[in-house]
Nanobody, 118 residues
């Protein structure tokens, strides 16, 4: 079992920045791919960014060049630095972890709300 707790959401003006953090209460975090999804009102949940267990990263086209995902396995954290925020980035952001071998083992945080508005 992996417990994920997000923090860092809030209200920011367009063009501003926020940093989301997710603490994973679990050992052997290196066995998990970790990342962020988001869900805007009336939209499906969509992948924002992922950090694989091997250290590679992938991003949704809509956030490339603006968002940066990073992880620190020793501190059980994964972070999402969000720059040049746009109103369309407004959503609830969810941290997730997926075991790299037992791929049915997927865990979610409760979500943290990000609102980009002037």
């Amino acid at each position: 079992q992996v417990q994920l707790v997000e923090s860092g959401g809030g209200l920011v003006q367009p063009g501003g920045s926020l940093r989301l953090s997710c603490v994973a209460y679990r050992s052997n975090l290196a066995l998990y791919a970790m990342g962020w999804y988001r869900q805007a009102p009336s939209n499906q949940r969509e992948l924002v960014a992922v950090s694989t267990s091997g250290g590679s990263t992938n991003y949704a086209d809509s956030v490339k060049g603006r968002f940066t995902i990073s992880r620190d396995n020793a501190r059980y954290t994964v972070s999402l630095q969000m720059d040049s925020l746009k109103p369309e980035d407004t959503a609830v952001y969810y941290c997730y972890a997926q075991h790299v071998i037992e791929r049915s083992k997927v865990y979610w945080g409760e979500g943290t709300e990000v609102t980009v508005s002037s």
